[in-house]
């Protein structure tokens, strides 16, 4: 039995470290270069940078809500929309208002839906206070926080951070504020969150 145990074990390791020498830096991931300052020390961060608006975005929250679900407590995750031109804005906003109202879990995937499923194309602050009044922010609070200081600093702080990520295209991901991935160089949506979990236990042994 004990032998039984030794075998599986050291099978799995050989799995494991087999697998994590498919990821190479510089095709599979990129180092970013210059570190960017996480939100805890003691936890591994990883960002999403996404865009309502976006396709691949929409396709690809539900395999991030499930891998959401399974992370560990020393995984902090973090949303990051993304402002690639004019009419991305009022969603980034609204993503950030909901941030500040702590309904990020009730409004998200209804976000995706809204725009992707049935087609809504949000043209007014009016237009997403009452869609996201459904959703459980009354549209008061909703038109204050909008264009709230707490909200026009995180847009700030998120086309900052965007820059020191060198995104240029969306799904991506960020792990430690070290390491981008994405769908191109990871080879789909599946691979890189396969990729970002590699990074993540890279990181994690680390802390």
């Excluded at 008061?140 to 200081?149: A, I, R, V």
């Amino acid at each position: 039995m004990l032998k039984k145990l030794l075998l599986t074990a050291s099978l799995s390791l050989f799995a494991a470290l087999s697998w994590a020498q498919d990821y190479r830096e510089g095709e599979h991931y990129f180092a970013l270069s210059h570190p960017v300052k996480t939100v805890a020390d003691d936890k591994v961060e990883v960002v999403e940078a996404f865009g309502y608006a976006c396709p691949h975005c929409n396709t690809f929250e539900p395999m991030l809500a499930h891998w959401r679900k399974q992370q560990a407590d020393d995984v902090a995750f973090v949303g990051l929309p993304v402002v690639f031109g004019r009419s991305w804005e009022p969603l980034a906003r609204a993503y950030y208002v909901a941030e500040l109202s702590d309904k990020v879990e009730e409004t998200h995937q209804p976000m995706f839906d809204a725009i992707h499923l049935q087609r809504k194309r949000f043209s007014s602050v009016e237009a997403l206070a009452e869609f996201y009044a459904t959703l459980g922010i009354e549209k008061e609070e909703f038109t204050k926080l909008y264009d709230s200081f707490a909200v026009n600093m995180k847009l700030k702080q998120g086309d900052s951070k965007l820059r020191g990520y060198e995104i240029t295209g969306v799904p991506a991901m960020v792990v430690n504020g070290k390491y981008r991935v994405s769908a191109a160089s990871a080879g789909g949506h599946k691979e890189m969150l396969e990729v970002v979990d590699y990074l993540v236990e890279r990181e994690r042994s680390a802390l």
